[in-house]
């Protein structure tokens, strides 16, 4: 595994990183246990969860599930579990989690206290906020996206005061390095402008979405991420499946996460579809596995710090990790950009 810097942190990271949303829903506690001894023996350094999860879908009587199952495995493993770093997450406003509130200093060390227990663990190496309370384009909300709504002086108080806990929490030896997630450009180089300003903790990572169907990332995020020191931690590189193949033709395989989100959280489109099906044969006509390479497209990025690889099954983790060495040539990475050219933004 290839080791990366987690932003300006000080921490490192593996190109891969363990993703965990399943744990405890799709992926039962012995096969969650399996892919934890799986990363470690693969030599993955980083896993990240949320205290929302397990997901697919979000019920309020499983939240908290995955990092429970996290923690036990902790407890089994004894010194083997402190080879993976964990990244975990604090819910934004109008989640399950805490009936909807809004993130602010005290919710935030509520939930880090909580997600501490569960995970047995006396410090998290990455915390991170799940999506910013004024509201988020990602998770393909930016049909109905509109900036020109917010409060532009209460957006700014209520980022000061995050900045300012999680400064505290940091000095206290809770957390070592912390992160956003689903944000915007503005939201990052606004929190880096006060942290700078008043000494305070920066962000290391920013969580977004990116794969080869969805990279709006490189619109505005990639140019603030390489001037403020951010490495992106990627989340969905095969875009839920999609850049396997296995939905082609509009399927939906049993069992498959499309049997209970039958459009993918509004991925699977027509037109996502059949630029999938374009990437698919791309793979194939270079004698590799779609889903290696979508995967070492996502970690040959500017910025990138890693992907995170999340499997529903050990199976299909083990696929993953059967291509973790692989490297792209420029002549691949030029025929990848000519079919983003045309299929800009298919879902």
């Known amino acids: ?35 934890l001894d799986m990363a470690v023996d693969a030599g993955i350094t980083l896993l990240d969860a949320a205290e929302m999860y397990p997901v697919n879908p979000v019920l309020k ?25 964990i990244a975990t997450k604090c819910s934004g406003r109008g989640s399950m989690v805490r009936d909807g509130a809004t993130v602010t200093p005290a919710t935030m060390r509520a939930a880090l ?29 930016y049909w109905g996206y509109a900036p020109e709504k917010q409060d532009t002086a209460q957006a ?18 809770k957390i070592r390095a912390f992160g956003q997630s689903n944000e915007t450009a503005w939201g990052l180089t606004t929190w880096q402008a006060m942290a700078k300003a008043t000494g305070s903790t920066p962000i290391a990572t920013v969580q977004n979405e990116y794969n080869l169907l969805c990279r709006l990332y490189d619109t505005d995020c990639a140019e603030a991420c ?13 875009a839920a499946g999609i ?19 039958p459009e993918l959280g509004g991925r699977a489109t027509p037109s996502a579809l059949d630029a999938a099906d374009a990437y698919v044969a791309l793979a194939q006509k270079h004698g590799l596995d779609p889903v290696h390479m979508a995967l070492a497209f996502c970690t040959s990025r500017p910025t990138m710090a ?42």
Not at 157 to 164: N, S, T
């Open 306 to 347: 890693t992907a995170i690889i999340g499997a529903t099954t050990s199976a299909q983790l083990e696929r993953i990790l059967k291509g973790a060495d692989l490297r792209l040539g420029a002549d691949l990475l030029a025929e990848i950009e000519l079919l983003y050219r045309k299929f800009p933004r298919p879902m």
């Open 61 to 85: 009587e499983t939240i908290g599930d995955t990092e429970a199952i996290i923690g036990r495995w902790r407890a089994a493993r004894g010194a083997k579990a402190n080879q993976l770093q």
């Open 226 to 238: 390489h001037h403020e020191g951010i490495g992106l931690l990627a989340f969905s590189p095969l």
């Open 243 to 261: 850049l396997t193949g296995k939905y082609s033709g509009n399927a939906i395989p049993t069992p498959s996460r499309r049997v209970n989100q």
């Open 113 to 141: 206290e909580a997600s501490l227990k569960r995970l047995q663990a006396e410090t998290v190496d990455l915390y991170q906020l799940h999506w910013p309370s004024r509201g988020t384009y990602h998770f393909r909300q």
């Open 156 to 173: 700014r108080d209520e980022l000061a005061a995050l900045v300012g806990c999680v400064t505290d929490l940091v000095a206290e030896g």
């Open 1 to 35: 595994m290839e080791i990366r810097p987690l932003g300006r942190s000080g921490l490192t990271t593996t190109h891969f990183c363990l993703g965990t949303m399943t744990f405890g829903s799709n992926t039962d506690e012995a096969d969650a246990f399996r892919q």
